[in-house]
């Protein structure tokens, strides 16, 4: 399984910016997928995942309502939509593959990572 993460860049603060992960592998659908950053200095921290289904998903309180999890599991594909970034969201962000359909906020449950993206945002 590989993930590519792509999307970032940078932009100002109250800007939005669009993280997309491609999966390879035809059992995308099987599995949870979640997004962490890592701040330089950080400990990489949890942001948001989403159950196989697309039903279920759950967001770190520090983006809740500005940041959006979707997947599209015919495209092997896991967004996410960052609304009105802050400073403090710059980081770069992983997508991560958790180990069956369910959604995690630990990454010790995700198995497959992704080799992250950039995510810089100006004040």
């Known amino acids: 399984v590989q993930l590519q993460a792509s999307g970032g860049g940078l932009v100002q603060a109250g800007g939005s910016l669009r993280l997309s992960c491609a999966a390879s592998?035809?059992?995308?659908?099987?599995?949870?997928m979640g997004w962490f950053r890592r701040a330089p200095g950080q400990e990489r921290e949890f942001v948001a995942t989403?159950?196989?289904?697309?039903?279920?998903?759950y967001y770190a309180s520090s983006v809740k309502g500005r940041f959006t999890i979707s997947r599209d599991n015919a495209e092997n594909t896991v967004y996410l939509q960052m609304n009105s970034l802050k400073p403090d969201d710059t980081a770069v962000y992983y997508c991560?593959?958790?180990?069956?359909?369910?959604?995690?906020?630990?990454?010790?449950?995700?198995?497959?990572w992704g080799q992250g993206t950039q995510v810089t945002v100006s004040s």
């Open positions: 991560a593959r958790s180990v069956n359909s369910a959604y995690y906020t630990t990454p010790r449950q995700y198995d497959y």
């Open positions: 592998g035809r059992t995308f659908s099987s599995y949870g």
């Open positions: 989403i159950a196989a289904s697309g039903g279920s998903t």
